[in-house]
């Protein structure tokens, strides 16, 4: 049975982590695709699009998201005006509003997708062999359902 780990295997984990992390968003936000779109809105776009047939909530697409509220309520209002999504009366509660994908924004986002989805091969895909990125991605799961179970 193995031993937990200490406050300084922790840390130093967390900063590896980290800083991976930034190094590989940096690399990644210099890509052209991100001139039509911020990553951030890009990241949007993305969360839309797998949502259900009749949208989301402000306040549930600020789970997903890392804005703050002002922040995202700016950004919505930005890709509504480019026509990327479009706001709807939530059939269950007529104060709220369900946020959804034009076209439009289906469109831009699948875009930028094809092109992003190969600049982190590109970027990523000879850093680490086939077994050791399946070692990370159960690992990284495994580390965010147990942050998550403590929500």
Same mark, same amino acid.
């Given at each position: 049975?193995?031993?937990?780990? @200490? ?10 982590? =980290? ?12 890509h ?10 890009y ?15 402000? #306040?549930?697409?600020?789970? %997903? ?12 209002d ?7 999504i @479009?706001? /709807?009366?939530d059939?269950? %509660? ?7 994908? /034009?076209?439009? +924004? ?9 092109e *992003?989805?190969? *600049?982190?091969?590109?970027?990523? #895909?000879? +850093?680490?062999?086939? %077994?050791? =990125?399946?070692?990370l ?13 403590? %929500?």
């Amino acid at each position: 049975m193995s031993r937990p780990a @200490t406050l300084r295997e922790t840390t130093q984990a967390w900063e590896a982590l =980290f800083r991976a992390q930034v190094a590989i968003m940096r690399r990644l936000q210099r890509h052209p695709a991100f001139k039509r779109l911020t990553m951030r809105e890009y990241d949007v776009l993305v969360t839309l699009d797998r949502c259900p047939e009749g949208g989301i909530r402000l #306040g549930e697409l600020n789970e %997903d998201v890392l804005l703050s509220q002002p922040s995202l309520s700016r950004m919505v209002d930005r890709l509504e005006a480019k026509g990327y999504i @479009t706001r /709807t009366v939530d059939p269950v %509660d007529q104060r709220a509003m369900r946020l959804r994908l /034009t076209e439009d +924004g289906r469109r831009i986002q699948r875009e930028i997708g094809r092109e *992003h989805v190969r *600049h982190i091969h590109e970027v990523m #895909g000879s +850093g680490l062999s086939v %077994d050791e =990125f399946a070692e990370l991605t159960r690992l990284t799961r495994k580390l965010g359902a147990s942050v998550q179970a403590r %929500d």
